[in-house]
């Protein structure tokens, strides 16, 4: 069912509500308040016992005109929802923002892992009640994604805001259709983790006007989004449009994508294959990598290749197209669209297919749209690529070689941490192997790439360092993750001064199984 409620002139509408959708958090991707605008939020607590939420409003922006945006810092309140409660709060009230200006950000809130979880709904819109819309919260992002609604152009304005709540970056891809199926634009852009962007369609893709047809969004990371649609002659109607798409499973290349769920396929060199439902005829294995480039003949006398992937089952049909992003080797022109090349190996020959990759916009990945696997390549004249200034935003960060015995060190006076694959001498070989156990370096959980993980449904696993020298350490720490994938429940730490000594046991079995870092002083 549905609910309708209004303010001076408009009309909102909020959909029911079941039990099983009760979230201990929430996110509301968008928000405007102060200059003529405001926001209200309203949780309610469905069960008997009272809820703690704690309220933060981030990404906050005050919007000039004709100049930069001022950014705020975020804020963070807290409220206690009694049994069957309920809580309903302005937006600019309850964060006592300023009144300086036009200001967006988003909203999240989070009770106490031993709820049950909230319901609720944002409602925003003019402060003179002309118009106004609503929203639910978003605890679970998608992958693959449609916004049934279009209109922009001829008096009317849609916008988008797509939000990033990963630990990693999102490289988004947004295609427009139109009511006979044609495609009519394309923009891709990466978001970093926490990154918000909210944007009239317009803004997104360059000359875009029109009115009917489609939207379609993919993501490498699940991502949380919705549309809202109005005049831009006047003030009187604003809409929201709920994405409806798929949250695809991610998973390593090498296993076994199942046809009726697809799936988000990733490999450690950073490249992504989006697969959706049912594109695949029956279950399929497919692997995915990234195209080594520099190795490969030049696609004309001026143009060189500058990025590509390579699928296998090689010629693997998908009914729907499939998505597939990488990173490339030359930073490129953002926005360019560059033809898809089909890459034949054993004769060294490219042949033009009839999709295009599209540049993002940090001009570091490249992603395209195809019907069957196969090795992929995009070139661009050679003029018209730099080099690269950094990694790539999507590409996991190779770290330094593992070796298996270590030269003797003098004792180091760098803050760093020790223990990285430059030290490590064996280990218990059983990792997971997508997250292999070369990828433990020093602040690996600040990059996009992948840290260390145990392989599925192993009791334990183990890594063995020599330091190469005496040291006088304070302390020890390991994440634990229980939220995310690793599952860690406990740690111990083992010492001794010389190989042949035994071991020694600075302490054992500590609770690791929580989503934040276990510290032990060491003595």
């Known amino acids: 069912?549905?609910?309708?409620?209004?303010?001076?002139?408009?009309?909102?509408?909020?959909?029911?509500?079941?039990?099983?959708?009760?979230s201990r958090t929430g996110y509301f991707a968008h928000l405007v308040a102060q200059g003529g605008y405001d926001s209200r939020v309203t949780l309610v607590n469905p069960d008997s016992v009272p809820q703690t939420v704690v309220i933060t409003a981030e990404g906050l922006a005050v919007l000039g005109v004709n100049t930069a945006a001022q950014t705020l810092p975020s804020v963070t309140v807290q409220r206690t929802i009694p049994p069957h409660g309920r809580m309903s709060e302005s937006v600019a009230q309850m964060f006592n923002l300023p009144a300086i200006g036009l200001i967006t950000g988003q909203i999240r809130y989070a009770v106490d892992a031993n709820s049950s979880g909230l319901i609720g709904?944002?409602?925003?819109?003019t402060t003179d009640g002309v118009v106004l819309a609503s929203v639910a919260p978003q605890s679970t992002g998608y992958s693959d994604f449609f916004f049934s609604q279009l209109a922009d152009g001829m008096g009317f304005y849609t916008g988008i805001a797509v939000l990033n709540v990963n630990n990693g970056p999102a490289t988004i891809s947004l295609d427009t259709f139109d009511n006979t199926g044609r495609h009519t634009g394309s923009t891709v852009f990466t978001l970093q983790p926490g990154e918000r962007r909210a944007r009239l369609l317009r803004e997104l893709i360059p000359n875009f006007s029109q009115v009917g047809g489609y939207a379609h969004l993919t993501s490498t990371r699940p991502v949380l989004t919705y549309e809202i649609f109005g005049s831009d002659q006047s003030t009187k109607f604003l809409a929201n449009v709920p994405a409806q798409g798929n949250w695809l499973k991610p998973q390593p290349s090498g296993d076994i994508i199942t046809s009726v769920?697809?799936?988000?396929?990733?490999?450690?060199?950073?490249?992504?294959?989006?697969?959706?439902?049912?594109?695949?005829?029956?279950?399929?294995?497919?692997?995915?990598?990234?195209?080594?480039?520099?190795?490969?003949?030049?696609?004309s006398a001026n143009e060189v290749p500058i990025g590509g992937m390579q699928g296998a089952p090689s010629r693997t049909p998908f009914d729907i197209p499939a998505r597939l992003t990488f990173p490339l080797r030359f930073q490129a022109n953002p926005g360019s669209q560059l033809v898809l090349l089909d890459y034949e190996a054993t004769t060294g020959q490219y042949s033009r297919t009839p999709f295009f990759?599209?540049?993002?916009?940090?001009?570091?990945?490249?992603?395209?749209?195809?019907?069957?696997?196969?090795?992929?390549?995009?070139?661009?004249?050679?003029?018209s690529v730099a080099p690269m200034g950094g990694s790539s935003p999507i590409n996991s960060v190779t770290g330094p070689p593992y070796a298996d015995s270590v030269a003797r060190a003098s004792v180091s006076t760098k803050t760093a941490s020790l223990a990285n694959p430059k030290t490590m001498i064996r280990n218990s070989a059983n990792f997971y192997k997508a997250n292999p156990v070369q990828h433990l370096w020093n602040r690996s959980w600040t990059t996009s790439a992948l840290s260390t993980a145990g392989g599925m449904g192993i009791g334990s696993f183990w890594m063995e360092f020599d330091f190469g020298a005496l040291y006088n350490l304070s302390s020890a720490r390991l994440f634990g993750?229980?939220?995310?994938?690793?599952?860690?429940?406990?740690?111990?730490?083992?010492y001794k001064l010389n190989s042949s000594d035994p071991w020694s046991t600075a302490f054992s079995g500590i609770n690791a199984f929580f989503n934040n870092w276990s510290t032990q002083q060491l003595s």
């Open 481 to 494: 993750d229980a939220k995310g994938t690793w599952w860690s429940k406990s740690w111990t730490l083992q």
């Open 121 to 125: 709904y944002a409602d925003y819109g």
């Open 1 to 22: 069912g549905v609910e309708t409620f209004k303010n001076l002139s408009d009309i909102a509408m909020v959909k029911a509500f079941a039990l099983s959708e009760q």
């Open 357 to 383: 990759a599209t540049v993002d916009d940090s001009g570091r990945n490249a992603s395209a749209e195809i019907t069957q696997l196969g090795s992929y390549v995009i070139a661009a004249p050679e003029s």
């Open 261 to 299: 769920d697809g799936a988000n396929v990733f490999s450690p060199d950073g490249s992504y294959l989006i697969v959706p439902p049912l594109a695949l005829s029956t279950d399929t294995k497919i692997d995915v990598s990234s195209l080594a480039t520099q190795n490969l003949p030049r696609t």
